[in-house]
């Protein structure tokens, strides 16, 4: 693995830190870096999937008030208007534009948002189960079941909070209206704390939940930009909130999806303790960013 470099980058609210991985050379896409970003999830989920894409330069970063990236404006919450005037200073600060860029979950919607803006800095985005409910045909219901993580999280904290996530996350198929008559699951079902530990600054719960689930894609600057955008979705996610939302944006986009191997982090190979299938995820990935040339 090449060495990695990291920097800070001072923004408005927030100091940010992002790596840099020189590549090797070697490859086919010339000299475009590869820009691999999540959201809430920060730099260090991405080691397995950056180790294979050695031949080209990767560049990676910790979203504002996550990890390393600290925020000093009090600011409660993030959007993803924030997030992708971020991710535009970082591009500009590494001199990578026009960049590849690999988003998932969170950070597909901030890229959605950064590409709306910016095309001209994201020659190809990958965009992996950008969980916008507003393109949901149970809207409705998905924004309530949002609002309720943040609610419980605030009121319960962390552990009643997360194991309501797992249940939601995962369920297959659309939210009912009567979804807040099912019993709440047990923080202990999941091996979470059931103590509430006081804390309120979670970047899931607390920073970005609202904003990245109530984003709507602004459809039209997106068809009209040069920026190529794949929609990818999760092969074993179908049915899933993310992968379900995946597909809508694709149908506002008029594209079809491209299915990636395993679930929502099939890129993992070990990262928080999760398991993908991460050679075959970066191997379909490479594919489709040479589909670009």
Request: proline share 6%; with cysteine; net charge negative.
């Amino acid at each position: 693995m090449p060495e990695t470099e990291t920097r800070t980058l001072s923004v408005s609210g927030a100091t940010l830190a992002y790596d840099v991985r020189e590549g090797t050379g070697g490859g086919t896409d010339g000299d475009a870096v590869l820009f691999l970003i999540g959201s809430p999830m920060d730099a260090s989920g991405f080691a397995t999937l950056a180790s294979h894409f050695t031949d080209r330069t990767i560049l990676t970063y910790d979203p504002r008030g996550v990890s390393r990236s600290t925020r000093d404006d009090g600011a409660a919450e993030s959007t993803p208007q924030e997030h992708a005037d971020d991710l535009r200073r970082v591009i500009e600060a590494a001199g990578a534009g026009p960049v590849d860029m690999f988003a998932s979950s969170g950070g597909a919607v901030n890229a959605l948002a950064l590409v709306a803006r910016h095309p001209g800095l994201v020659r190809t985005l990958v965009a992996h189960e950008p969980p916008t409910a507003q393109v949901l045909p149970d809207r409705e219901a998905a924004l309530e079941v949002c609002a309720d993580l943040r609610t419980t999280y605030l009121r319960e904290g962390f552990g009643s909070a997360m194991a309501k996530f797992i249940a939601v996350s995962s369920r297959k198929g659309p939210f009912t209206a009567d979804w807040a008559d099912a019993p709440a699951p047990s923080p202990a079902e999941f091996g979470l704390p059931t103590e509430d530990d006081g804390s309120r600054d979670d970047p899931l719960f607390g920073q970005n939940i609202r904003g990245c689930t109530g984003f709507s894609p602004d459809f039209a600057a997106l068809r009209a930009a040069s920026t190529r955008i794949v929609i990818a979705v999760g092969q074993e996610s179908a049915g899933e909130f993310a992968a379900r939302a995946g597909v809508g944006v694709a149908e506002g986009l008029g594209v079809e999806p491209t299915v990636f191997p395993s679930h929502h982090g099939g890129f993992l190979g070990g990262e928080f303790g999760q398991h993908g299938a991460p050679d075959e995820f970066a191997k379909t990935l490479r594919q489709v960013l040479e589909g670009s040339r």
